[in-house]
């Protein structure tokens, strides 16, 4: 194991696979799902958005769940399970990168738990990907850094919350818009009136779009 590998509770759980199998897939669909909830389920979710040449790739996190505590405490109260999360998503890129498909072609799909999770990777490791998707998610942390430092090269972002989740502030949404855009993100940030905590068809066809983006 490397000097800066985290080995925690979510390592040597499942890589769930699923779309285009890996060997002959051009782009790649690295999903991350919520608290008691399935990689398997995200590869449901997957289907919804999927095009032929994805390969989809849905790490599982150890009880179901890749954190104890809500996205807003404390960060120490959340580790190990956040750092051995945040190591899951990293390996799932990485199995996409030993088969040749680039970063710039790998689109990051996060609900609930699973969104932020996604959304601390992508600030936490800036370059060109091929997206980020957080639905019903938000950089994690009591408060948020001053400065994430790196360049996101353009990557496309998109954010789709209720405006009243009862998980997810507003606030937060806007917060985590903010800091990417100073991270030369290409963000997209929608609200939706009454929705709660869920996915709607507005936000399935603006991942279906990021995830086309990579292979049409």
Not at 106 to 116: E, P, R
Not at 119 to 147: C, F, H, K, M, W
Request: proline fraction near 6%.
């Amino acid at each position: 194991m490397s000097a800066d590998r985290v080995d925690g509770p979510h390592q040597n759980q499942p890589l769930v696979t699923g779309g285009t199998d890996l060997a002959d897939a051009d782009a790649a669909l690295v999903c991350t799902h919520g608290r008691g909830a399935s990689a398997r389920g995200m590869l449901r979710i997957a289907d919804e958005v999927h095009r032929d040449g994805v390969a989809v790739l849905a790490p599982q996190a150890a009880r179901q769940t890749w954190y104890p505590d809500s996205f807003l405490a404390p960060v120490e109260r959340n580790e190990p399970g956040r750092s051995s999360g945040l190591q899951a998503i990293g390996d799932a890129i990485k199995t996409a990168t030993d088969a040749g498909i680039p970063t710039d072609r790998v689109v990051l799909l996060g609900f609930s738990q699973g969104g932020c999770l996604a959304s601390e990777y992508v600030a936490r490791n800036p370059r060109r990907y091929g997206g980020l998707a957080a639905l019903s998610g938000g950089l994690i942390g009591t408060q948020l850094d001053d400065e994430y430092p790196g360049d996101l090269e353009g990557t496309p972002v998109f954010l789709g919350c209720s405006d009243d989740d009862p998980h997810i502030p507003e606030a937060r949404v806007h917060d985590t818009a903010a800091v990417f855009e100073a991270m030369n993100a290409d963000v997209t940030a929608q609200l939706y009136e009454g929705m709660g905590h869920g996915i709607n068809e507005d936000e399935l066809a603006a991942v279906a779009d990021l995830v086309a983006a990579l292979v049409d």
